[in-house]
């Protein structure tokens, strides 16, 4: 039987050290399961590893069988898994072992180059200290290329473009806002007046 045509393709990207340490991990379900008291948890496209342990233990067993890979893209726990190492830090994109290694891989081609992008302005380099140092960007990046396990972009410069600036329909606005200690105490004085008289219409 074929199985149903779905967008959904990544069952988790992973940034982890060279021991196996979790650095970034999202896994994802696909976010339409199918109806059915029988399928709620083994349905193509749910999440195998649905508890931390089951997910530590998936992590140090990838770290260990592609510390001695020369190729990209391995099968791994009926996984087909691509990565890149980048200084102190190995990237990874997770799917099933029926998905296309061609879009998984520009998948994590996408994460890699956006991360250069975005971190270059801080130490030219994507290791482990700087990922940390700058999560909300990583995280935000991952969120542009992937959600839920659905692939939506795979050019860096648009992802790294829309995560390090404020969308265009805001940016007038928010040139506008003045944000030094005076316009903050205004604005919570505009806020307090307003919820004054708010609560006193209420009474």
Do not use: C
């Not at 969120?143 to 648009?158: Q, S």
């Not at 404020?166 to 940016?171: I, R, S």
């Not at 003045?178 to 919820?195: I, M, T």
Request: a negative charge; proline letters at 6%; glycine letters at 4%.
């Amino acid at each position: 039987m074929v199985a149903p045509i779905s967008l959904f393709s990544v069952n988790a990207i992973l940034i982890l050290d060279h021991d196996g340490s979790r650095i970034v991990a999202r896994y994802f379900s696909a976010p339409h399961p199918p109806s059915g008291p029988n399928q709620q948890t083994s349905y193509p496209g749910s999440n195998p590893y649905p508890n931390p342990k089951d997910q530590k233990t998936f992590e140090k067993g990838l770290v260990e069988k592609t510390a001695k890979q020369t190729s990209d893209i391995i099968l791994f726990d009926n996984r087909t898994v691509v990565f890149k190492t980048e200084s102190d830090v190995m990237l990874y994109v997770i799917g099933s072992s029926e998905e296309n290694e061609v879009l998984l891989y520009n998948a994590l081609l996408a994460l890699r180059d956006s991360l250069n992008i975005l971190l270059k302005n801080t130490r030219n380099s994507t290791d482990k200290r700087t990922i940390y140092e700058n999560y909300d960007l990583v995280s935000l990046a991952i969120d542009e290329i992937v959600d839920d396990g659905i692939i939506l972009e795979t050019d860096p410069v648009v992802v790294s473009t829309r995560v390090s600036r404020p969308p265009a329909q805001d940016a007038a606005a928010m040139r506008n806002i003045d944000l030094s200690e005076q316009g903050l105490l205004n604005a919570w004085e505009f806020g307090k007046q307003k919820l004054g008289e708010r609560l006193r219409q209420g009474l």
